[in-house]
């Protein structure tokens, strides 16, 4: 099943060769990162801790709604957009 994922920060592109937008494979949310990290190496450090854990401050939307915290055995559907955004804090 073919989802989109929108990757919105340069720090996340730098792993998909800046692409702004990956297709993945998968029936969940976890299934579609689990493909996207078999797909790009190295962006498995930015989304997951050590025990395998999504990084609190990862935020996962589907087709532009919020899904925090993330259920990563939460369905998609074929066409689905997966979007990636980091919550960041500053001022």
């Known amino acids: ?17 800046y692409q702004e937008q990956v ?5 969940t949310i ?17 989304l997951f801790d050590e025990s395998g854990k999504l990084i609190n401050y990862v935020y996962v939307l589907i087709n532009g709604k919020s899904h925090y915290p993330t259920n990563l055995s939460q369905p998609v559907i ?8 980091l919550l960041l804090a500053g001022g």
């Open 1 to 17: 099943m073919a989802i989109k994922i929108n990757l919105f920060y340069p720090h996340l592109q730098q792993f998909t060769n």
């Open 23 to 27: 297709e993945v494979n998968g029936s």
């Open 30 to 46: 976890g299934e579609c990162l689990s493909d996207l990290v078999k797909r790009y190496p190295g962006i498995d450090k930015v």
């Open 78 to 85: 074929d066409g689905d957009e997966l979007s990636i955004a």
